[in-house]
């Protein structure tokens, strides 16, 4: 009997490690449903799908970098090589702006639907209250980061904050602030910093948080700390958000706004005249 027991813990602990396996191979498995606009390669993914490739992550303790894609990253990223690099670097890249949406359909390669930064993060925190699971939040100042951890904890009082820290520091001060997001056994890292801090952060220290689930969610830290308003629900679903930030900040956002969304119509023409070829990471990167 005892031998047997021995062969039967054997044979199921076999079974969970070719389980381990398998999972970590649907997840890193090659992207080549992936479609390549504008030099980038994004996931034709849906939102509830966003969620279940981010919820194996946590199960294997396997690495997903989450980036999104909008019109001005778009243009940015031709001729930032750091931003290009942190898109390129993403375990999944998702259009968080519907101009991209749009575009892959003009453009004979479409993606299924909008999936915003802000509704991935709040689906996150949904995932991680059902399943008990922690948090890091990086970035915003430090009042408005307070105002945040109140307010999630009253909306999801299952999830666990791991650990938190504003995101007006020095580079001086990244490699204690890297080791404390380590040390605090996060689940889950929501960076809400403007770029290029937060690309220069993960690009220097993302290797070493062992943290399976990381997410730029730039200003949404603001919206859900109640500091700005998101756009109503019809805004959103038109695909005219952009416009709605236009109209609460146009002195700050008109020029910007023109400038980008031209740019983004130009390059979109020479994409269906001619497709970028795919960019590459640089090799001066690090």
């Known amino acids: 009997m005892p031998a047997l027991r021995t062969r039967l813990a054997a044979l199921c602990l076999a079974f969970r490690r070719r389980g381990r396996a398998s999972a970590r191979g649907r997840l890193r498995r090659p ?28 199960e294997t303790r396997s690495r997903v970098l989450v980036g999104v894609l909008n019109a001005a990253k778009v243009v940015n990223a031709r001729r930032d090589a750091l931003l290009r ?46 399943d008990d699971r ?12 307070a105002k945040l951890e109140a307010r999630i904890g009253e909306r999801f009082p299952r999830l666990r904050i791991a650990g938190s820290h504003h995101g007006y520091f020095d580079d001086t001060d990244a490699p204690a602030i890297a080791a404390g997001i380590r040390a605090s056994g996060a689940d889950m890292l929501f960076l809400g910093m ?3 801090k937060k690309e220069i952060f993960l690009a220097t220290h993302g290797a070493s948080l062992d943290v399976p689930v990381l997410h ?10 109640g500091l700005t308003r998101r ?5 959103q679903r038109t695909g005219m ?8 900040e146009p002195r700050r956002l008109l020029w910007r706004y023109l400038r980008a969304n031209t740019a983004f119509l130009a ?5 269906f005249i001619r497709p970028a070829e795919a960019f590459v990471v640089t090799e001066n990167k690090r």
């Open 31 to 58: 992207h080549v449903e992936r479609r390549l606009l504008f030099g980038l390669r994004l996931d034709p993914l849906r939102m509830d799908e966003v969620v279940e490739r981010c919820r194996l992550a946590l």
């Open 85 to 130: 690099d942190s898109l390129l670097d993403c375990d999944l890249l998702l259009a968080d702006g519907q101009s991209i949406v749009w575009a892959s359909r003009l453009l004979g390669r479409p993606l299924p639907e909008r999936v915003a930064g802000i509704d991935l993060f709040e689906k996150l925190l949904e995932l991680a209250d059902r």
């Open 134 to 145: 922690s948090v890091y939040l990086l970035g915003a100042r430090p009042e408005i980061l």
């Open 194 to 196: 403007v770029s290029p």
């Open 216 to 225: 730029g969610v730039g200003g949404s830290f603001d919206v859900l700390a």
């Open 231 to 235: 756009a109503p629900i019809l805004w």
């Open 241 to 248: 958000e952009w416009a709605y930030r236009l109209l609460q």
């Open 267 to 271: 390059l979109t023409a020479r994409e």
